[in-house]
């Protein structure tokens, strides 16, 4: 008796994590397709349309940083 409640109950848990897989997938999917991407008032024009040009992203690394520890040697 106590096998099958502990089958059962995984069973029933695998089954609902599943489930929850699948739903959360599809309501990604639609909030994907129907929301608009957030952009950046940089690439828009004066008229407020999107500016055709590719936009490059520029990042700074600050590999120079030297830590105290290294200038006691």
């Known amino acids: 008796?106590?096998?099958?409640?502990?089958?059962?109950?995984?069973?029933?848990t695998i089954l609902f994590?599943?489930?929850?897989?699948?739903?959360?997938?599809?309501?990604?999917?639609?909030?994907?397709?129907?929301?608009?991407?957030?952009?950046?008032p940089e690439m828009f024009d004066e008229e407020g349309n999107i500016i055709p040009d590719t936009i490059y992203a520029v990042r700074f690394e600050n590999d120079d940083f030297e830590y105290e520890d290294e200038e006691d040697e």
């Not at 008796?1 to 029933?12: D, F, G, T």
């Open 1 to 12: 008796m106590q096998a099958a409640i502990i089958a059962l109950s995984s069973s029933v």
């Open 17 to 40: 994590l599943l489930m929850g897989l699948v739903i959360g997938w599809m309501v990604k999917q639609y909030v994907d397709e129907t929301t608009l991407p957030k952009l950046h």
